[in-house]
Each structure stands twice: as C-alpha cells, then as structure tokens.
C-alpha cells in the first residue's frame, strides 16, 4: 500500500513538472514573393519551350521550317510585378523580378519606398537585337535613344518587350478618367471601319464608350483604331502619355501610332514595365491614404482616379472574355486552369457552354471550370506571334479562400513559343487546339496565386501597416495581334 502511494506521488509529481501540452505548431511560412515569383517562373516550363521562330507563320507548316521545333536558344524575356493587397486595398508585400540574356535564372528588381522598379534602366525593345543576340552575333552597345524612362540611367540593362494588347489597358484608363472629368464625351458617336466599306457594306457608329468596352472586353483591334484615331483628333495622345508619367509611371508609353487611322503599333515603341502596370492596376483596385508619391514628391492616392472611371474601368477588366496565359478557363481542359478565375457568363453560349468573344471561339465547355473558379480576375491580356503579357486584379469570390492581388506579366513569349509536346506536331496548336499561349503562362499563373493564398492564411489577412503599406524591397540578385 505504502509503494502503491509513492509510486502515485511520483506520477503526479512528474506530471506536474511536465511542460503543459502544446499547440500544433504551424507550418512553415510563406516564401518572401520576391523569392516565391522566382521559384514560380523556375517551375513555370518557360525555360523549357521550344521555338517557331520569330517569322510569323513559317513554323509549322513552312517548307524550310524545322521539324520538329527546336528548343528555344534561351527563355523568354520576362518582367513579372505582384502587389499582395489586404481586404482594403492596401499594399502588404511587393515585388519584380526580371528574367534575360544576363540573368537567365531570374533577378530581383529593387523595389524603393513608393513601389518603383530602381537599379534598372529600361531599354527600348528590338527585335532585331534579340535575334542577333541569341545567335551569337555581336550586338551593339545600347545608347542614349534606346532609353525608354530617360529618368532612370541608373542600373542594369534591361530590354523591355512589347505589351501587345496590353497597351489598351493604358489607352482605357486616359479614356475613362477624362471622360470622368468632363474633358472627352462617352456619347461622342464616331465610325467604323476606317478603311472605304466593301458593296452593300455600312460603316458602323458608335459612341466612344462602346468602342472602348469592345477593346477591353474582346481585345478588339478596329476598335481600338477607333479610339486612338479620335484622341489624336482631340489632341489627348500626348496628354496620355504626360499623365501617366506625371504618376511616376514613365515605362507606360504609347509612341508613334497613326493619327490618320489610329493604327501602327510597334515594339521599341510602345511600351509597359511590369512594376508600372502593377501600380496603375492598385489604383484602379483603389485602397486608402496615400498609395505612392511621384519621384517630384507628390502623393498618388485614389483621387487620382474618379469614381466613375474606377468603376467603369473594374466593370470593363472584369468582363474581358480571353483567359488564356496566367488564367486558362478560356480553353478549358487543355492544361493547367492557371489563376482559377471565373470566364464571365456573357461570353458563353448558353446551351453549349463554349465562349465566343469577337473572332475568337475556343470550342470547348468553360462551365466545369467556372464551376471551380475560386476568384475574380479584372484583367487585359495581350498576345502577338513575339510576346505575351497578362495584368490584372485578382479577388476572390464568395467562400473561397482570401488573396488580393495585383498581377502583371509582360513577355516574349508569344504564339512563336510552344510547349515540348507540341514541339513535333504537324500544325501549330493555336491552329489545331486553340492554343495559342505556352500552357507555361497558367503553370506560372497558378503558382502566383497558390503563394497569395498561402501568404494571406499565414499573415490572417493583414491590413497592412499604415495607409503607404508596407512592401519587400530586397536588393538587386547578382503580329495577329489581341
């Protein structure tokens, strides 16, 4: 009895002396996104895609086209911006990395105190000096007129690509926030097509706000002509371009278009930084305080977009028809879903399910991915035989995961550029399968977005400290056209 009474004392006295019982310990925490974008693009596939060429249409098909397609000499060039945002707008984490002929792993682009890409110097796009780059040749240094942002000469060099339809994303801000202030007119009727109408054809018209919702909605290309021919009539195209720098956004440029038929879109002179694009988009998303200051000092809030252009501007990104890079709900079924975004309904046949957007018609059901979909993403895509870019503005829908977060992606990873399974087939998939962006973009897509929903689980949906936000800015790492 008495052992029986120690041995009791003993058990309680050890278990007094216990550590009491812990909590589960959570896992580990989210990647840094400067580190989480490099790890995405590394296993993306980008690197990995095999090339047509940059001749528009000679591959496949071509008689001297090689059979099957080679590996690309090198990974597309990419510049590559997110914003995480909490449920108010603000900034809790930033970052841009930047992938080239110097840092083919990626490198980390310096973020300063108002979310400015710094320590590099953007250079204008040429394809000819890419070309010859990857084939070995000798390229001329750059000079003084290959600078795109003259303000920034200071860092390393790095050719920014082409946009493509991307750019309608800047023409429709300029268009929306002077029509909110009284300076251009939505109703203003003006006409189409631009050329002489073909026997028993009518030109058609249309006010400036439909016009504009064609361009973004369906990425449609005489529509933008439209546009951009009645902004040179009206004087507005420098102005365009003066606002956005005046923002502290002076990679946004949109140089030497046609002010006879608002046409001639050329790489080398129109052009879109990632970090840049990521801004504008917080802007159009809106948040409180003060979002960044201008390099003069000035601060850009949300008042430097009326409310009926932010919201004229979210209601037009959020009805755009092609998924097709970061998002893939467009071609459903036919790779990775990408960012697992909702196609909107008004681009889907009701009986089939099959979206229709413009000329373009994907042939295949969207509705068992929009039944999935876990976000909304306002976006513009952008898609030429030579690049490839998507931006936008990613929330999520009701009862699915927390993530907000700005996106752009701005590449020479056009059409040209296919997956290693096509690389033997007798017809380009863009032909054959309507696909017609690397299924590379979606895989890329879908780790951006797993590491948002991640991040906003670990930080339990942060609002951020103060009205500036607070970003990671680590140091610098050593065509058919829609």
């Given at each position: 009895?008495?052992?029986?009474?120690m041995?009791?004392?003993?058990?309680?006295?050890?278990?007094?002396?216990?550590?009491?019982?812990?909590?589960?310990?959570?896992?580990?925490p989210?990647?840094?996104?400067?580190?989480?974008l490099?790890?995405?693009l590394?296993?993306?596939?980008?690197?990995?895609?095999?090339?047509?060429?940059?001749?528009?249409?000679?591959?496949?098909?071509?008689?001297?086209?090689?059979?099957?397609l080679?590996?690309?000499l090198?990974?597309p060039?990419?510049?590559?911006?997110?914003i995480?945002?909490?449920?108010?707008?603000?900034?809790v984490?930033?970052?841009?990395?930047?992938?080239?002929?110097?840092?083919?792993?990626?490198r980390v682009v310096?973020?300063?105190?108002?979310?400015a890409?710094?320590?590099?110097?953007?250079?204008?796009?040429?394809q000819?000096?890419?070309?010859?780059?990857?084939?070995?040749?000798?390229?001329?240094?750059?000079?003084?007129a290959?600078?795109?942002?003259?303000?920034?000469?200071?860092?390393v060099?790095?050719?920014?690509?082409?946009?493509?339809?991307?750019?309608?994303?800047?023409?429709?801000f300029?268009?929306?926030?002077?029509?909110?202030v009284?300076?251009?007119?939505a109703?203003?009727?003006?006409?189409?097509p631009?050329?002489p109408?073909?026997?028993?054809?009518t030109?058609?018209?249309?006010?400036?706000?439909?016009?504009?919702?064609?361009?973004?909605?369906?990425?449609?290309?005489?529509?933008?002509?439209?546009?951009?021919?009645?902004?040179h009539?009206?004087?507005?195209?420098?102005?365009l371009?003066?606002?956005?720098?005046?923002?502290?956004?002076d990679?946004?440029?949109?140089?030497?278009?046609?002010?006879?038929?608002?046409?001639?879109?050329?790489?080398?002179?129109?052009h879109?930084?990632?970090?840049?694009?990521?801004?504008?988009?917080?802007?159009?998303?809106?948040?409180?305080?003060?979002?960044?200051?201008?390099?003069?000092?000035?601060?850009?809030?949300?008042?430097?977009?009326?409310?009926?252009?932010?919201?004229?501007?979210?209601?037009?990104l959020?009805?755009?028809?092609?998924?097709?890079?970061?998002?893939?709900?467009?071609?459903?079924?036919?790779?990775?879903?990408?960012?697992?975004a909702?196609?909107?309904?008004?681009?889907?046949?009701?009986?089939?399910?099959v979206?229709?957007?413009?000329?373009?018609?994907?042939?295949?059901?969207?509705?068992?991915?929009?039944?999935?979909?876990?976000?909304?993403?306002?976006?513009?895509?952008?898609?030429?035989?030579?690049?490839?870019?998507?931006?936008?503005?990613?929330?999520?829908?009701?009862?699915?995961?927390?993530?907000?977060?700005?996106?752009?992606?701005?590449?020479?990873?056009?059409?040209?550029?296919?997956?290693?399974?096509?690389?033997?087939?007798p017809?380009?998939?863009?032909?054959?399968?309507?696909?017609?962006?690397?299924?590379a973009?979606?895989?890329?897509?879908?780790?951006?977005?797993?590491?948002?929903?991640?991040?906003?689980?670990?930080?339990?949906?942060?609002?951020?400290?103060?009205?500036?936000?607070?970003?990671?800015?680590?140091?610098?790492?050593?065509?058919?056209?829609?």
């Open positions: 009895m008495m052992g029986t009474l041995l009791t004392s003993v058990l309680l006295a050890l278990l007094a002396a216990a550590p009491p019982p812990s909590a589960p310990r959570p896992g580990p989210a990647p840094p996104l400067a580190e989480a490099l790890a995405a590394a296993g993306s596939g980008l690197a990995d895609l095999h090339d047509a060429g940059p001749e528009d249409g000679r591959c496949p098909g071509g008689g001297d086209c090689p059979w099957p080679p590996p690309a090198a990974g060039v990419v510049d590559l911006a997110v995480r945002l909490d449920a108010d707008g603000r900034a984490e930033a970052a841009n990395v930047q992938v080239d002929g110097a840092a083919p792993q990626g310096a973020l300063d105190r108002d979310l890409a710094s320590g590099v110097r953007f250079r204008r796009w040429s000819a000096r890419r070309e010859a780059a990857l084939a070995g040749q000798v390229v001329a240094p750059f000079e003084e290959d600078d795109l942002a003259p303000a920034r000469r200071i860092g060099d790095f050719m920014a690509p082409y946009p493509a339809s991307l750019f309608k994303l800047l023409v429709a300029h268009v929306e926030r002077r029509v909110a009284g300076a251009l007119a109703g203003t009727l003006l006409e189409a631009l050329e109408p073909g026997p028993g054809s030109a058609e018209r249309l006010p400036l706000s439909a016009w504009v919702e064609r361009m973004i909605t369906v990425s449609d290309n005489q529509a933008t002509r439209v546009v951009l021919r009645h902004l009539a009206r004087g507005e195209v420098d102005p371009n003066g606002d956005l720098a005046a923002l502290g956004l990679t946004l440029r949109i140089d030497g278009t046609s002010a006879a038929d608002g046409g001639r879109w050329a790489p080398g002179e129109i879109a930084g990632a970090m840049d694009v990521a801004r504008l988009l917080w802007l159009v998303a809106g948040g409180p305080g003060v979002l960044w200051r201008t390099p003069q000092g000035e601060p850009v809030t949300r008042q430097a977009l009326p409310e009926p252009a932010r919201r004229r501007l979210q209601a037009l959020a009805d755009q028809a092609i998924h097709e890079a970061l998002s893939a709900g467009s071609r459903c079924g036919a790779g990775p879903p990408g960012i697992p909702l196609v909107p309904e008004r681009h889907l046949d009701p009986e089939r399910g979206e229709v957007a413009g000329g373009l018609a994907y042939g295949r059901d969207v509705r068992p991915c929009n039944a999935v979909a876990e976000v909304r993403f306002l976006h513009k895509t952008g898609l030429t035989w030579n690049y490839a870019s998507d931006a936008g503005i990613v929330e999520p829908l009701p009862g699915q995961p927390f993530r907000r977060y700005v996106v752009a992606l701005v590449t020479s990873a056009g059409t040209r550029f296919v997956d290693p399974d096509h690389a033997a087939a017809r380009h998939p863009c032909v054959s399968e309507q696909v017609c962006v690397a299924r973009l979606a895989t890329l897509g879908a780790a951006i977005d797993a590491h948002a929903v991640l991040a906003a689980a670990r930080s339990g949906r942060p609002k951020g400290p103060g009205s500036r936000g607070k970003a990671s800015r680590p140091a610098p790492a050593a065509a058919s056209h829609r």
